[in-house]
């Protein structure tokens, strides 16, 4: 077989682990593993490159992906998913390896699978909010990031008491990584896009956080409503100074946990031999702690909400 790797929309950590198991499966056998260095633009127009174990060894625990991403949407276009089937045949590759979020899971494969071109995904973003998998490939690490900013933070927060820390986390219009990060961390409150909050509320949890413990940590989403002027109107309010502290997008780049390794193993081998088997359309998804190999569409399940349970928790509600 000849397979071509694709990344498509953000980068995550976790996809060169997963592209340096795949390659060495596929050299067990006889097999290539090809990338598209530029999405689905390259996977048309450019050439492919090749993509060994030994070449991608290095690489393994770097977070991004050594075969650069793109989001343009090419591929809406009849035409170009034409050119792109006459090029695979072409060029002898037997399928596409895919790795994408949310909405190139959702959209893709299908258009693929419509023009007739073998297309195996995995889950890969930071956000954890591709439907039909409890954890996405990069959540973790991304998790895990965020602690090192959190605990420097604190470190002054008990050293030198009555201060307040706002941490943004990434996770677009999305709360999963601001709700897992804020919990672990123990924040006095936690803020999502997916449920609006009163800033007397807020102001209210500052004021017990720097009365029981010395110190307040907010913990919010870039996507919940005044993200950026949220540092000032607290400290309006309540009149302290408050530290902002922005993970940002190197959030997105951090070196791969055990977690996302181990997802990169599993997934990429049972891609592997999945593409073996014959199967045309898949997507890797992990529920109830299980590796599922589902070979339909997501629109099967629903959009995975935030715990709302541990939401309320967290935050006294």
Not at 233 to 242: K, N, Q, S
Not at 276 to 303: C, K, N
């Amino acid at each position: 077989m000849k397979i071509l790797a694709v990344v498509s929309g953000g980068d995550a950590p976790g996809i060169n682990a997963a592209l340096w198991h795949f390659a060495r499966a596929a050299e067990a056998h006889g097999d290539i593993l090809v990338g598209a260095d530029g999405g689905f633009p390259a996977a048309l127009n450019a050439p492919y490159l090749a993509m060994t174990a030994r070449s991608l060894a290095a690489q393994v625990s770097l977070g991004g992906t050594i075969i650069a991403s793109s989001r343009e949407p090419v591929m809406r276009e009849e035409l170009a998913r034409t050119r792109l089937a006459e090029r695979l045949r072409t060029e002898d590759i037997d399928g596409i390896l895919l790795f994408g979020g949310d909405g190139t899971l959702k959209h893709l494969p299908p258009l693929l699978n419509d023009a007739g071109v073998a297309c195996l995904a995995l889950p890969t973003t930071i956000d954890n909010d591709v439907a039909g998998t409890e954890r996405t490939m990069g959540f973790d690490s991304a998790c895990n990031f965020a602690y090192t900013s959190i605990d420097g933070a604190l470190a002054t927060g008990r050293a030198l008491p009555g201060r307040i820390f706002t941490v943004e986390t990434l996770g677009g219009n999305t709360g999963h990584l601001a709700m897992a990060i804020g919990a672990a961390a123990g924040a006095h409150a936690v803020l999502v896009p997916e449920i609006d909050y009163e800033l007397d509320w807020l102001v209210q949890r500052v004021r017990a956080g720097l009365a029981s413990d010395g110190y307040a940590l907010i913990v919010h989403s870039e996507g919940i409503m005044h993200s950026r002027a949220l540092p000032q109107m607290i400290a309006e309010e309540v009149g302290v100074r408050v530290r902002d502290v922005h993970l940002g997008h190197a959030q997105r780049g951090g070196n791969a946990t055990h977690i996302d390794r181990a997802l990169a193993a599993r997934w990429a081998a049972e891609a592997y031999q999945a593409f073996r088997r014959g199967i045309r359309r898949g997507i890797l998804l992990e529920r109830e702690g299980r590796l599922v190999l589902h070979e339909g569409g997501l629109e099967a399940f629903p959009t995975p909400d935030i715990d709302r349970a541990l939401y309320a928790y967290v935050n006294g509600l």
